[in-house]
């Protein structure tokens, strides 16, 4: 037969006076830790004694209860209780709560005051966190929490804003899967979606210390110590409606600005407020950025200011200073470190004189005419501006006094000048005097090769036969031949986008064909894949070789790019000869013509690109050679105009855009451009006879008006 569980029984409770209460000797906490008795009696008197105390009788010599009773746990209320009776905020005979243990009890108290502690389970930190955000939905505020726990209302705020973090990583701190640390670093970014997708990323990575967190959740932000931030002001950026995120737990220099497109307009638009105002002085350009790169004033003339002179009360003040600053020198000499007051002193000193050393210049009226100015952003947020350069292109120019009629030049050194580039665009060159033909900018054969590109996607749209052929030779070339050259058509069909193109490159016919077709299209493909597969299946072969053409043509690469020597990325030599000898085929099997396509030399497109031999060299091959000579004398800049003219109908092309014949020559314009195109010619420069000695003066005026 089973025998019976015997049961226990708990200790009874009741209330005692407390002034029949004693604090028992057995108590084992004698280290002061955690909440003072301070804070726990005023938490006393602010709730109410929450949990009560474990109390025994005291007993006589006989054995007997004397009527007192020790208390071996809950030594710290018992001190916080006694506390308030000293203040006089709690009676004598105020009755406190106590449970009973049996005074004859096996168990020593000892034992009892040592569990109580030790069994004692700490709060988790996000129940506390959680435990607050509950008490602010229900109305406290964060001032009255921080007054109710005796914490400060930062750590109120800090606590909060822990439960600010996305449920599910909350979770995973609550099972400890990361740690208090990290689980603050996710509180700089309030998108949960964000903070754990971050999570994903590092949770299995050695490398999730907290400033990585924290560095991955800004990383589309702008700190407020960026130069931007400071020019423009936090106020000023959220007046305009921006967002600052700022990190609670650490210091944040400010924080991090959370819409940098507003960031950018605001500054731009002070930039261009002050740009307006310098306008005012007669500048003849000014130009604004952020920040300008090294040497950006490189090939520039820098005018010589004249200080304006300084009134006699700004002398007089000027040498107060100096002396004020030199007796404060003296008199601290011997001094190891100088009191704040005086340092602070010396320090706006420095700054009163040195704004007298940077006073303001003058120019010469003349001079600002023809010079500009820059306007930007030092590092440290501060308004730039530096006035007074003038471009190679304003420098006056002297009259000259006669020069040799003909193609002859002066032999003088050649000087190779340098390119100027104004807001990403490369300033007209100088005048280049050279002889020699030298080779043709490496920018400019891409942006030329652009246009070549633009063109044979269009025309090989146009011809789905070819671009079948083109697409069947590439994959069968990758499948059995195994070419390590890509070539000159991108089989994924990845779309090539133009590293360097010139801005009549978007409104070229070849464009507006090649978008135009591309709208077409893409108002009748499904969205859905399933749908797409469907719709695809039902075309006609036709329409089929007609949207593979289209796609195939923005694989389409004839684009020139310098070859790369060592392995890795970029294009080799040999592939970049593979590439150009196949775009040269696919012109022939289409029929493009670049002069069709709509290209035409132009100053900002070619002329005013390279040297006046270039332009000489041009204007020969594609009006002939008189027309050559009628224009050597001209500067560079009337030269180039003219000889846009002269070219206009003439279709010659520059190399990168011929087409190579099969020996490997490359065609020029037709063959009439090698005899004499007096029809291109301004009259007065096709009459024969005594026009022919004519003052080269009066020649160069009617061609500059022409």
């Avoid at 300084?310 to 404060?328: F, G, K, N, S």
Wanted: aromatic share 6%; glycine share 6%.
């Amino acid at each position: 037969m089973a025998s019976a569980i015997q049961k226990i029984t708990l200790s009874s409770a009741r209330d005692i006076p407390f002034n029949k209460l004693v604090l028992s000797q057995s108590n084992v906490r004698r280290v002061k830790a955690g909440v003072s008795i301070e804070e726990m009696a005023e938490s006393i008197a602010r709730r109410g004694l929450i949990q009560s105390l474990h109390v025994r009788p005291v007993l006589d010599a006989d054995g007997a209860e004397t009527g007192m009773f020790e208390v071996p746990a809950g030594g710290r209320r018992y001190r916080a209780l006694e506390l308030l009776v000293k203040q006089k905020r709690l009676a004598k005979t105020a009755t406190v709560p106590c449970v009973i243990g049996d005074a004859n009890s096996d168990i020593l108290v000892d034992e009892v005051s040592l569990v109580e502690n030790m069994e004692r389970a700490p709060l988790h930190p996000l129940d506390q966190f959680r435990a607050f955000q509950a008490m602010r939905d229900k109305g406290m505020t964060e001032e009255a929490i921080a007054a109710a726990f005796f914490v400060s209302v930062t750590v109120v705020k800090q606590r909060l804003r822990l439960t600010s973090v996305s449920p599910t990583l909350l979770e995973i701190y609550a099972d400890d899967g990361m740690t208090l640390e990290q689980l603050m670093a996710f509180t700089v970014s309030p998108d949960h979606a964000r903070q754990e997708q971050v999570w994903d990323a590092i949770k299995d990575s050695w490398q999730k210390e907290p400033y990585q967190i924290r560095r991955m959740l800004t990383e589309t932000a702008i700190r407020a110590s960026d130069k931007r931030a400071v020019f423009i002001g936090i106020e000023a950026y959220e007046a305009a409606g921006g967002v600052v995120l700022r990190d609670l737990f650490q210091s944040d220099d400010g924080g991090w600005l959370q819409d940098p497109t507003l960031l950018d307009r605001l500054v731009a638009e002070k930039l261009k407020t002050t740009a307006d105002q310098i306008a005012e002085e007669g500048w003849k350009w000014i130009e604004v950025a952020v920040s300008f790169p090294y040497g950006h004033d490189h090939g520039l003339r820098e005018l010589s200011a004249i200080a304006v002179d300084l009134t006699d009360e700004e002398r007089a003040t000027r040498e107060a200073l100096r002396e004020e600053y030199d007796r404060i020198e003296a008199e601290y000499s011997e001094a190891d470190e100088l009191p704040d007051a005086i340092d602070q002193r010396l320090g706006e000193i420095e700054q009163a004189l040195e704004a007298f050393e940077n006073r303001s210049v003058s120019y010469n009226q003349a001079d600002i005419a023809i010079a500009g100015a820059f306007v930007s952003l030092d590092a440290d947020g501060s308004l730039s501006i530096d006035r007074g350069y003038v471009r190679a292109e304003d420098e006056p120019q002297a009259e000259p006094d006669g020069e040799a009629s003909g193609g002859d030049q002066p032999d003088t050194p050649a000087v190779q000048r340098a390119v100027i580039t104004i807001g990403g665009k490369p300033a007209e060159p100088g005048d280049d005097e050279e002889d020699g033909i030298k080779p043709l900018p490496e920018r400019l054969v891409i942006e030329l090769t652009a246009h070549r590109t633009l063109a044979l996607r269009n025309t090989l749209a146009e011809h789905p036969h070819v671009a079948m052929t083109m697409l069947l030779h590439k994959l069968l070339s990758d499948t059995f031949i195994h070419t390590n050259a890509s070539g000159c058509l991108e089989a994924n069909v990845r779309h090539i986008f133009f590293s360097a193109q010139s801005e009549e490159l978007k409104d070229s016919p070849s464009a507006q064909a090649v978008n135009d077709r591309h709208e077409r299209w893409g108002d009748h493909i499904p969205a859905d894949d399933q749908a797409l597969w469907a719709w695809l299946t039902d075309l006609d072969d036709g329409t089929r070789l007609e949207l593979l053409a289209l796609c195939v043509s923005y694989g389409v690469n004839a684009l020139f790019e310098r070859p790369n020597p060592y392995s890795g990325s970029g294009v080799s030599q040999h592939g970049l000869d593979v590439r150009l000898a196949q775009a040269d085929r696919l012109a022939r099997a289409t029929g493009m013509d670049m002069v069709a396509a709509g290209w035409k030399p132009t100053v900002s497109n070619y002329l005013g690109r390279v040297t006046k031999p270039r332009i000489l060299e041009a204007v020969r091959e594609g009006a002939g050679e008189r027309a050559a000579q009628l224009i050597d004398h001209m500067k560079k800049g009337d030269m180039a105009k003219e000889a846009e003219r002269l070219l206009a109908d003439s279709g010659w092309l520059p190399e990168p855009l011929r087409l190579a014949s099969i020996n490997g020559d490359q065609s020029g314009p037709d063959d009439q451009a090698d005899t004499e195109a007096d029809t291109a010619l301004p009259d007065f420069l096709t009459e024969d006879g005594e026009d022919e000695d004519t003052d080269e003066d009066e020649v160069q005026h009617a061609v500059a008006a022409e």
